[in-house]
């Protein structure tokens, strides 16, 4: 089957996979979201749980691992949202991101809703994730609530600060260097919770130091993040 043809490149590149990544209390989670594809009886599952906890990382997994799968960041699709929404059905498993970006928009939450039907019509799985569960994040639509909180509710419980460590010091180590312990805390005062953005500004400082000769200091990462404001 031919990708349907959705705005801004929406299937989902990412390095992100299930074996990086760090399951600490979400084990049935990452079983159940392993299962989605091939059960049949497993209609879809809705991720909820704060920032960083690894909503996008899991999706992004899931995309990885079945080629006709489609990721739609809500946030960032803007304007192209509701056509995004409008032509996703046709990809064979859909992941939807984001769903607290539309709650209180009512032409959103209707071409959600259809995209909920038209999945299950089709027989589609749906992974939707939001920072809260479906009755938390202020959907104006009450049949649309009905059918969120009708899929398998997955709560992702973040990772606590020495296991969040760990996984900072190994993506590190992958990359072929050592952090100090002083950019280590540096890190952790400019990315309190956001684990994925910390882990993508890694990616970026070892790209970075290795153009210039440089090395992965304090000084040296405060450049690069305030070089990421400024563009």
């Known amino acids: 089957m031919s990708s349907p043809q959705l705005p801004l490149g929406l299937r989902f590149p990412s390095p992100r996979r299930f074996d990086n990544f760090v ?34 990382h899991l999706q992004s997994a899931l995309v990885g691992s079945h080629p006709g799968a489609l990721y739609l960041p ?7 949202a509701e056509l995004a929404l409008a ?3 046709e990809a064979t498993l859909i992941c939807v991101d984001q769903i607290d970006a539309i709650a209180g928009q009512r ?32 959907l104006l639509l009450p049949d649309l609530v009905s059918r969120l909180s009708s899929l398998v509710q997955c709560p992702l419980q973040p990772l606590s600060d ?11 180590q992958q990359r072929g260097f050592g952090l100090s312990e002083a950019v280590l805390e540096f890190l952790f005062r400019r990315f309190p919770r ?19 000769h440089r090395r992965i200091t304090v000084p040296f990462v405060r450049g690069v993040i305030e ?5």
Do not use: C, W, Y
Not at 74 to 80: F, R, T, Y
Not at 196 to 205: C, H, N, R, T, V
């Open 74 to 80: 809500l946030a960032m699709l803007g304007n192209s």
């Open 194 to 212: 956001d684990l994925g953005a910390m882990l993508d500004l890694l990616d970026q400082l070892d790209q970075k130091s290795l153009a210039e």
């Open 107 to 138: 032409g959103l939450e209707i071409a959600l809703f259809n995209l909920f039907n038209q999945a299950r019509e089709r027989g589609h799985p749906l992974l939707l994730a939001a920072r809260r569960s479906p009755t938390q994040i202020g």
């Open 227 to 231: 070089s990421r404001k400024t563009r």
């Open 162 to 172: 020495a296991l969040r460590r760990q996984v900072v010091a190994a993506r590190a």
């Open 87 to 89: 032509a996703a059905a």
């Open 23 to 56: 399951v600490g209390d979400n084990a049935n989670t990452l079983a159940l979201l392993k299962r989605l594809p091939d059960d049949h009886e497993l209609t879809g599952g809705f991720l909820h749980g704060p920032e960083g906890s690894g909503k996008t």
